[in-house]
């Protein structure tokens, strides 16, 4: 539960500072998301690797995060290296970001919705604004480069901050409920490990 609420916030955060980078510096927003993108993906292949030894022994089995991370870091610095190549692809990688922030927070939305908390419809508004921003920078035919940064920044800035608020809500509920129901928070950790492992022996 740990590892996922701080890679939610990761996550935000990175948002938030990439979508003040496009909304100050819009000019060079392809450049910046690339690096962003790049710094980002080596710091979750970092992330795993450490995660992965600091795991059990019980908890080493079937599990790919040092992998993963390699993969991931290997990813970033190929990101930051050819960043000059893939700029004009950025709109597209981030537009695609936006909606899928959308479809994260419309999850959110069934996971307050099962905890028998309130508020499940706030998320639904918040995903249905990120994906508005998506779609916006996706099939908006914006043809000023600065002008399409700057929506894109508003866009992962809003998305940032919405994310971060959603993972902090849904973390003091996930407690509550595991408190009023008697059910401790490794309980739901061992359930998830279970569940890689049955998936792996169905691989």
Known sequence: MKDL???SLLTAFLYIIGGFLML??????????CIVIGAALIIYGVIDVILYFMLDLSELIFRNEFVN???????GFMVIHYRLSLQKMMPLILGVALVASGFGKVQNSIVIHRLNASRAQVPLL?????????????????????????IIGAGMLYSGVSDLYLTLYISGKVKQFCKAHDVPIARI???KNAEH???????
């Open 24 to 33: 100050l510096f819009p000019g060079k927003g392809a450049l910046f998301s």
């Open 126 to 150: 918040l995903g249905a604004i990120s994906m508005v921003f998506g779609m916006v920078v996706l099939f908006g035919k914006l043809h000023v480069e600065s002008l399409l940064f700057q």
């Open 69 to 75: 991370g390699v993969v991931w870091i290997m990813l």
């Open 5 to 7: 609420k701080w890679a």
């Open 197 to 203: 492992v049955q998936d792996t022996d169905v691989q």
């Open 189 to 191: 950790q061992e359930a």
